[in-house]
T-cell receptor, first 113, second 112 residues
Framework: GESVGLHLPTLSVQEGDNSIINCAYS??????FIWYKQESGKGPQFIIDIRSNMDKRQGQRVTVLLNKTVKHLSLQIAATQPGDSAVYFC????????????FGTGTLLAVQP | NAGVTQTPKFQVLKTGQSMTLQCAQD?????MSWYRQDPGMGLRLIHY???????DQGEVPNGYNVSRSTTEDFPLRLLSAAPSQTSVYFCASSPQGVIGYTFGSGTRLTVV
């Protein structure tokens, strides 16, 4: 049979709708959480980060929410556009001063025109 | 600034061969890291460095060596390639005090 790891979770949305991508993290001691966007054939691109002592941070068309009680992170994209189609990864900074990042498995966002 | 430059972009190796994946950055960043990305999975940390002369292991260091003789360069060496090392390899850098890394465009490695 196929490995579950070969299939990313997929979120399909209509152009113009809002998207919410979720992520669970594991390390309570992580001090920063980051969202990256990866387009096909390219390296990950930094979107936004949030410090562990915050619960919300807004950027341009994006908002990150952090719930430390349940170790959950979400990325909200407003008015999703076709150019937002990509794989989105959350990452946690587990090493403090070493800036060592541990990545989640990713979510594929597919924007339907 | 060229950013983070990785070479080669593609490589095919035979089992048992060795090679070095090159990574260079021209931004004077202190931190550099190597990640591998397998199909449908996230990035896993192989090795990282917080400055010239300092390296440390990540989540999956076995079969790989690194060195950091200069701030600019952080090569990744495969000692004896195995099919399990077939992957896309990304190098990344960041300045001290900045959370987000800048990633290179990757090296796609196939070991047959």
């Amino acid at each position: 049979g196929e490995s579950v790891g070969l299939h990313l979770p997929t979120l399909s949305v209509q152009e113009g709708d809002n998207s919410i991508i979720n992520c669970a993290y594991s390390n309570s001691a992580s001090d920063y959480f980051i969202w990256y966007k990866q387009e096909s054939g390219k390296g990950p691109q930094f979107i936004i980060d949030i410090r562990s002592n915050m619960d919300k941070r807004q950027g341009q068309r994006v908002t990150v929410l952090l719930n430390k009680t349940v170790k959950h992170l979400s990325l909200q994209i407003a008015a999703t556009q076709p150019g937002d189609s990509a794989v989105y990864f959350c990452a946690e900074r587990a090493g403090g001063a070493t800036n060592k990042l541990i990545f989640g498995t990713g979510t594929l966002l597919a924007v339907q025109p | 600034n060229a950013g983070v430059t990785q070479t080669p972009k593609f490589q095919v190796l035979k089992t048992g061969q060795s090679m070095t994946l090159q990574c260079a950055q021209d931004m004077n960043h202190e931190y550099m890291s190597w990640y591998r990305q397998d199909p449908g999975m996230g990035l896993r940390l192989i090795h990282y460095s917080v400055g010239a002369g300092i390296t440390d292991q990540g989540e999956v260091p076995n079969g790989y060596n690194v060195s950091r003789s200069t701030t600019e360069d952080f090569p990744l060496r495969l000692l004896s390639a195995a099919p399990s090392q077939t992957s896309v390899y990304f190098c990344a850098s960041s300045p001290q005090g900045v959370i987000g890394y800048t990633f290179g465009s990757g090296t796609r490695l196939t070991v047959v």
